[in-house]
T-cell receptor, first 114, second 113 residues
Framework: QKEVEQNSGPLSVPEGAIASLNCTYSDRGSQSFFWYRQYSGKSPELIMF????GDKEDGRFTAQLNKASQYVSLLIRDSQPSDSATYLC??????????????FGKGTKLTVNP | DAGITQSPRYKITETGRQVTLMCHQT?????MFWYRQDLGHGLRLIYY???????DKGEVPDGYVVSRSKTENFPLTLESATRSQTSVYFC????????????FGPGTRLTVL
């Protein structure tokens, strides 16, 4: 099982709809979770981070974490064409020796159609 | 405030040549990271550094060398470039390590012929 899995998409939604992006992870001990957005040809940029079970809202974005089921999701409300990008889920895993590393999923490509 | 810069932005080289990619930050973040991004693999950690003179391997370190003599610089060297090292390379920084937000540079697109 891969450490962080995302549906590669592409996910296509109409403008104004809710886009739902999902991510599962294998390390049950993971405590920190991040969502990055990457426009084509650009570098990743942080959208949100979440550490606790439940929902965390920031404007049109809501991150949801369920540690028991080992999944984290990102909801984008009132999707806009400018939200069209690849969304990367990242999870902090503990390595042998105790150090931690950030592991990225392959990303889900989202297209918002006007 | 430039934040984090990478140079060169584009590089074409030949198999067997040595190539150095530069990363410079102005934030004085303790941690710096090198990733490569390839279709089908996503972002993979090559090396990271917790402070000057402290470096550690990531997921895919073979064929790469790093150094960090100054906090602000973290060069990545491909000792003898191979075609499989054709990729987009991103440098990132954070103040608190892997559990903290990482800020990415603009990337270097490297092609090895």
């Amino acid at each position: 099982q891969k450490e962080v899995e995302q549906n590669s998409g592409p996910l296509s939604v109409p403008e104004g709809a809710i886009a739902s992006l999902n991510c599962t992870y294998s390390d049950r001990g993971s405590q920190s979770f991040f969502w990055y957005r990457q426009y084509s040809g650009k570098s990743p940029e942080l959208i949100m981070f979440i550490y606790s079970n439940g929902d965390k809202e920031d404007g049109r974005f809501t991150a949801q974490l369920n540690k028991a089921s080992q999944y984290v999701s990102l909801l984008i409300r009132d999707s806009q064409p400018s939200d069209s990008a690849t969304y990367l889920c990242a999870v902090v895993n503990r390595r042998q020796g105790g150090s931690e590393k950030l592991v990225f999923g392959k990303g889900t490509k989202l297209t918002v159609n006007p | 405030d430039a934040g984090i810069t990478q140079s060169p932005r584009y590089k074409i080289t030949e198999t067997g040549r040595q190539v150095t990619l530069m990363c410079h930050q102005t934030w004085s973040h303790s941690y710096m990271f090198w990733y490569r991004q390839d279709l089908g693999h996503g972002l993979r950690l090559i090396y990271y550094s917790a402070a000057a003179d402290i470096t550690d391997k990531g997921e895919v370190p073979d064929g790469y060398v790093v150094s960090r003599s100054k906090t602000e610089n973290f060069p990545l060297t491909l000792e003898s470039a191979t075609r499989s090292q054709t990729s987009v390379y991103f440098c990132a920084t954070s103040s608190g390590g892997s559990t903290d937000t990482q800020y990415f540079g603009p990337g270097t697109r490297l092609t090895v012929l």
